[in-house]
Structure formats: structure tokens, C-alpha cells
């Protein structure tokens, strides 16, 4: 994270940071360079370091510094889509014959891409309760070289105390990582609590508005960063300049949208924790919530998502989805707008039959910034 930013708080952060003038034409937003190549003065003589978009292009180093001063990094680097991220996270960091603790409850795509890419090259995995931190010291073993965390956690948003994770993966010599998708950087900063990488899938509240895929990497280490830096070039799975632009056009409201996603989801799960048909309301925000003291914790607010069970099983689940109006009938999360979807035939279908298996009645909520009163009256007619 750059000097220049580090003492200034989180909001001022997210509008400023990489978000200089235009030197040319004193323009207050980057500009788009939708090119792919730089002109050279003479044979290397490279103009800001430019000299072919996969390897950098302005508009990206602007959002690749805004990243890295959100979640106090030392490197942050962009891709065209979160697993891309996570790939290359992989693919710096591991190699045949290494070991990787991964959670009980992770994103379907996560889990694909552990269980049906990385595992074909050598690299095994164990699943653990990564809200238990005896269950993670347990899964570590000697060939151990990542613990993979998510907190929330995607979808029964469980809580894991990241400084207490960070301090068992310390001990064993590993590097914690930490998707931090489902809580942005507003509400929670795992490299502060001791993590080494953290991952985002910008898709989501960094964009903000549905409209835009990526993914990021933060690291703490500037090492570290370098090296991923290395292969996110050799790799390629770059975040394009339009897709970087709309990103960081998004992460300058992301506080106060987040805080409005926060305020509502909390109204909406106090009235699905009174609904007879509703059997369990899984939302940190709730006293009974087990992870609700570490959340309080490590987290500013408690987030948009919601997930909740349902009473009568997958067919009640199913049709509340369907029955749903404003709520809209999709996967993703993190836009302005309210989504509901049923994880086990949906995003997280790639999981059936794994440890990972969800409820087959459970229900997922991305709780957006409408007026909240009609959020739950949709709910309302929805549940029946």
C-alpha cells in the first residue's frame, strides 16, 4: 500500500487510491487505455513500464494500487474472473506432492477447482471445520503449504477467527489465505488479522452493480507479490481495462453501499428468524449464530448475505425461490439489487455428494439496497 494513503481512512481510501489526475488532461477519473500495445522510445525504452497490456496497461495499475491500500497490501493484481485469481494463487504457490487444508463450506467453484483441476496435478487436499481452529491444527500436516479460509463462508456464512487460523498456520509454517468476497475490505481485513493472501472475487461487492467479472489477489508480503505478479503475466487471465475501470467505479461507493446491504440484511433476518416456516436463519448478525462473537469481532458489520432453511424441504426451498418477485432468481451476489437461489441446485451443485454438500433445504439471499419494507413483504408472499 502506497504511503500516500495509508493514513487516510477506509472511505477516502477507496476513491483515491490509484485514482490520480490524468497528467494530460487533468481528467479526475482514469482513463480507459483500451490498447494492447505501448510505443517504445528506442529498444526497451519503456514509457512508465508499458509495453503490452497482458503485463500491465494503466487502467489495471490503477485499480491494482486501489486494491492493495483497501485491504493494506503490499502487491494487489487483478484478473478477469475470481477462480482465474485463485488459479494462479495455486499454481505460484504449490506443487505436486503439497497438501492444502480447505473449509467445509466454500464456494462451489472453489471446491471444483481443487477436487477436479488441481487434484489431477498432484496436490491433495483435506477438509476441515475451519471455525474450529483445533479441526484446522488437525488437518495440517507435513507436506501442508496453504489453509484456505472463507468468512463468511459461502452459503451457511460461518465465522472462522482469522487471527487465531493465522496463528495455527504461523506455527506450522504455511500461508493462510482468505477469500474475503462475502465481507469486501470495508467490513473485514484479514491481512491486519495475520492472513498472507487475500482473495476477492470482484464480481461481486467490489463491482457492486452486476455488471462487471474479476477477481483480485492481495498480498501482504511484497515478495510474495512479486512472484505472483510473475505469473499472473506468464498465465495471462488478465482483467481487461473496461472490466478494471467499472470495478473501481464501483469500489468508490462500496462503504456506503455496504453499509446499507448490512442494514438491511439484519432487518431481513430478524423477520425470517420470526417466520413459522422458516427452521433456521444462518446470518451473523444474529445473537444465536455461533460465529456471532468473532464476527462482532473481526468485522466492522455483518454483511448482506443471508441463507436460511426451510420447512417441507428441497421442493418448499425450490418454490420459494420461485415464488420470489423482487428478490430476483439468480446466481452471483453483491449488487445493488436483491437475489435469492437455492446453493444446492445452483451454484453449489459442483459439491453433491462431497463434505461440501449444502441443505437440500436451504435458500440463499444477496440482500441489496432497497427499501427494506418491500424486501420483506417479497419474503413474505414468497414463504407463503
Excluded at 32 to 54: A, N, P, W
Excluded at 104 to 111: H, K, P, R
Excluded at 303 to 323: L, N, P, Q, T, Y
Excluded at 359 to 364: E, S
Aim: net charge negative; with cysteine.
Amino acid at each position: 500500500m502506497s504511503d500516500q494513503h495509508s493514513h487516510q481512512n477506509f472511505e477516502t481510501r477507496a476513491i483515491h487510491a490509484g485514482n490520480t489526475a490524468d497528467p494530460l488532461t487533468g481528467a479526475v477519473v482514469p482513463p480507459i487505455y483500451q490498447v494492447s500495445t505501448y510505443k517504445q522510445d528506442g529498444v526497451g525504452g519503456l514509457r512508465g513500464g508499458y509495453e503490452y497490456s497482458r503485463s500491465a496497461n494503466p487502467t489495471r495499475t490503477a485499480l491494482e494500487e486501489n486494491l492493495a491500500a483497501l485491504e493494506g497490501g503490499r502487491r494487489g493484481l487483478a484478473f478477469a474472473s475470481g477462480l482465474a485469481a485463485e488459479d494462479c494463487l495455486l499454481r505460484t504457490l504449490l506443487a505436486p506432492g503439497d497438501h492444502v487444508v480447505i473449509p467445509n463450506d466454500a464456494y462451489g467453484g472453489t471446491f471444483r477447482l481443487f477436487a477436479k483441476v488441481v487434484q489431477r496435478w498432484g496436490v491433495d487436499f483435506s477438509v476441515a471445520d475451519t471455525s474450529d481452529v483445533a479441526s484446522v491444527r488437525a488437518a495440517v500436516n507435513d507436506r501442508t503449504k496453504l489453509v484456505w479460509v472463507e468468512t463468511p463462508s459461502n452459503p451457511l456464512l460461518g465465522i472462522t477467527d482469522i487471527e487465531a487460523v493465522a496463528g495455527v498456520a504461523r506455527q506450522a509454517g504455511v500461508k493462510l489465505v482468505v477469500d474475503n468476497t462475502f465481507a469486501s475490505p470495508y467490513l473485514q481485513q484479514p491481512l491486519a488479522l495475520g492472513a498472507d493472501v487475500v482473495v476477492h472475487s470482484l464480481t461481486k461487492y467490489m463491482g457492486g452493480h452486476s455488471d462487471v467479472v474479476g477477481g483480485a489477489l492481495i498480498a501482504a508480503d511484497a515478495e510474495l507479490g512479486e512472484e505472483l505478479a510473475y505469473h499472473q503475466n506468464a498465465m495471462g487471465a488478465v482483467a481487461g481495462p473496461f472490466d478494471s475501470w467499472i470495478v473501481l467505479r464501483g469500489i468508490k461507493t462500496l462503504a456506503v453501499r455496504m453499509d446499507r446491504h448490512s442494514e438491511n440484511a439484519t432487518k431481513v433476518a430478524g423477520f425470517l428468524s420470526r417466520h413459522p416456516k422458516v427452521t433456521q436463519v444462518l446470518y451473523p448478525g444474529l445473537s444465536g449464530h455461533p460465529g456471532h462473537e468473532v464476527a462482532a469481532k473481526q468485522m466492522r458489520s455483518f454483511g448482506g448475505m443471508i441463507s436460511f432453511r426451510v420447512d417441507g424441504g428441497e421442493e418448499a426451498a425450490v418454490a420459494v425461490c420461485d415464488r420470489a418477485k423482487l428478490f430476483t432468481l439468480g446466481e452471483s451476489l453483491g449488487g445493488v439489487e436483491s437475489l435469492i437461489e437455492h446453493p444446492g441446485r445452483m451454484t453449489h451443485a459442483s459439491v453433491a455428494g462431497s463434505a461440501l454438500e449444502v441443505p437440500a433445504d436451504l435458500v440463499r439471499l444477496s440482500v441489496g439496497i432497497e427499501n427494506v419494507d418491500d424486501l420483506i413483504e417479497d419474503l413474505r408472499e414468497a414463504l407463503g
